[in-house]
């Protein structure tokens, strides 16, 4: 079955996303790809409730095929990994996490964006049981041995080298290194002490075009779509959260002007649109648009804050404001 953001609770619970069986372990699949590795190992954990994350949808229905042909009933979603554990996940609450073949970004400028820094195994050992464990399995050794460092790093993990599960090596990664003559390298990370409580994301879900992020305003000056024509980037900070305002487009087909807004947000980083809609008479709806999915957290929010200054500071003036 796939979740849409909505269908979820921020955090959720095993026994109200899997009611036909309460008392089954959590695990959590982080990059299944073609759902290969589930579809081997799921006979080994037939007690198991599997939630699986993915950020490609070609994959997400690959995986659902192979899920609805084995007759399981595996939760499966499509959104930022990070996102997912942060927002949707209890303390204490997963026996285990499976990363297989992630993306090394090997580049070292890249660094930042792998998924396995002591930030992510910090928040990982809060959202797993104590004793639960991540299984990683990669064929790049340098992410290996930085995966290693950075969760020694953390204090929170026993660290067990071992054989990677026969399902790992059915993946199509592991297959085309086994045609090298390699194997790749696995490693378990059994959480033995968990850190204070990790605060979980906030998530605004929607449930009417209404209840977006938005300002109405009213224009000082008629000459406000020239002053969009000459924009240049703008920068607002909020504490850790950076909003970058990186251009300004023209609807083709609709009345509006959409502002192109980055939002970093910790590990977080979204690219949203904030639409400008002329209103009756002289006011200007300043609203989130849906499109992309963006997911409405403190930061997004503040994106829709950033516009609305960036107007207020070339003499618009604010009616209200919901965001």
């Known amino acids: 079955?796939?979740?849409r953001l909505s269908d979820f609770q921020f955090p959720d619970s095993s026994t109200r996303l899997y009611p036909h069986n309460p008392d089954g372990e959590w695990q959590l699949e982080i990059g299944f790809g073609d759902g290969k590795f589930w579809n081997a190992h799921s006979a080994l954990e037939p007690d198991a409730n599997y939630l699986g994350v993915e950020i490609s949808g070609t994959s997400l229905l690959k995986a659902q095929a192979k899920s609805k042909?084995?007759?399981?009933?595996?939760?499966?979603?499509?959104?930022?990994?990070?996102?997912?554990?942060?927002?949707?996940?209890?303390?204490?609450?997963?026996?285990?996490?499976?990363?297989?073949?992630?993306?090394?970004?090997?580049?070292?400028?890249?660094?930042?964006?792998?998924?396995?820094?002591?930030s992510f195994f910090t928040l990982a050992a809060d959202r797993l049981k104590p004793g639960g464990e991540i299984w990683f399995t990669t064929d790049h050794d340098e992410y290996f041995e930085f995966a290693l460092e950075q969760a020694t790093q953390t204090g929170f993990y026993q660290i067990i080298q071992t054989e990677p599960p026969q399902a790992a090596l059915e993946t199509k990664y592991a297959k085309k290194w086994e045609g090298f003559g390699l194997?790749?390298?696995?490693?378990?990370?059994?959480?033995?002490?968990?850190?204070?409580?990790?605060?979980?994301?906030?998530?605004?879900?929607?449930?009417?075009?209404?209840?977006?992020?938005h300002s109405l305003i009213e224009f000082g000056t008629p000459d406000f779509a020239i002053q969009l024509e000459h924009f240049e980037k703008a920068v607002y900070r909020y504490g850790e959260t950076t909003v970058v305002l990186l251009e300004v487009l023209k609807s083709s087909n609709r009345p509006v002007h959409f502002f192109l807004a980055h939002v970093e947000?910790?590990?977080?980083?979204?690219?949203?649109?904030?639409?400008?809609?002329?209103?009756?008479?002289?006011?200007?709806?300043?609203?989130?648009?849906?499109?992309?999915?963006?997911?409405?957290t403190p930061g997004v929010k503040r994106a829709v804050e950033s516009v609305t200054r960036w107007l207020e500071e070339r003499g618009a003036k604010v009616l209200a404001r919901a965001y």
Do not use: C
């Open 265 to 296: 947000e910790g590990d977080l980083i979204q690219e949203v649109l904030v639409g400008l809609t002329a209103r009756a008479g002289d006011s200007t709806l300043v609203r989130l648009d849906r499109f992309g999915s963006p997911i409405i």
């Open 69 to 118: 042909a084995a007759g399981r009933r595996d939760l499966l979603t499509k959104m930022p990994a990070q996102t997912l554990v942060w927002a949707v996940i209890p303390s204490s609450s997963l026996s285990r996490i499976y990363v297989n073949f992630p993306d090394p970004w090997p580049k070292a400028g890249h660094f930042e964006n792998r998924l396995l820094r002591a």
């Open 1 to 3: 079955m796939i979740y």
């Open 183 to 213: 194997r790749p390298q696995h490693v378990r990370f059994r959480v033995t002490s968990q850190p204070e409580r990790a605060p979980h994301l906030e998530v605004h879900v929607p449930s009417a075009e209404e209840d977006m992020p």
